[in-house]
Nanobody
Framework: QVQLVESGGGLVQAGGSLRLSCAASGLTFSSYYMGWFRQAPGKEREFVAA????????YYADSVKGRFTFSRNNAKNSVYLQMNSLKPEDTAVYYC?????????????WGQGTQVTVSS
């Protein structure tokens, strides 16, 4: 079955950086868009970033554009989210997800999430 396993979360001060990773198995990895979503306490889950199967195309939420970089290594069935200039409002559980196409409703496979906490 499909498994997505996130890692790399933690506690960081505002202005700092973190790199999230997501390792995938059980799917033809290069055929899938991969996405990162996040959910803060008391808020709905929101889209953060996505990347096409080839890695050529990336998409970012306005709130993270210019600060976050999404990349993938298809040889390792992994994706990475480099998060720089972190802000307290970036605090959330971050989820990795996979979809056959980049439509929010098509993200069917999800990881368990990794906590990111940014202190002010």
């Amino acid at each position: 079955q499909v498994q997505l396993v996130e890692s790399g979360g933690g506690l960081v001060q505002a202005g700092g950086s973190l790199r999230l990773s997501c390792a995938a198995s059980g799917l033809t990895f290069s055929s899938y868009y991969m996405g990162w979503f996040r959910q803060a306490p008391g808020k709905e889950r929101e889209f953060v970033a996505a990347i096409s199967g080839s890695g050529v195309s990336t998409y970012y939420a306005d709130s993270v554009k210019g600060r976050f970089t999404f990349s993938r290594n298809n040889a390792k069935n992994s994706v990475y989210l480099q998060m720089n200039s972190l802000k307290p409002e970036d605090t959330a559980v971050y989820y990795c997800a996979a979809a056959p196409r980049h439509r929010i409703k098509d993200y069917d496979y999800w990881g368990q999430g990794t906590q990111v906490t940014v202190s002010s």
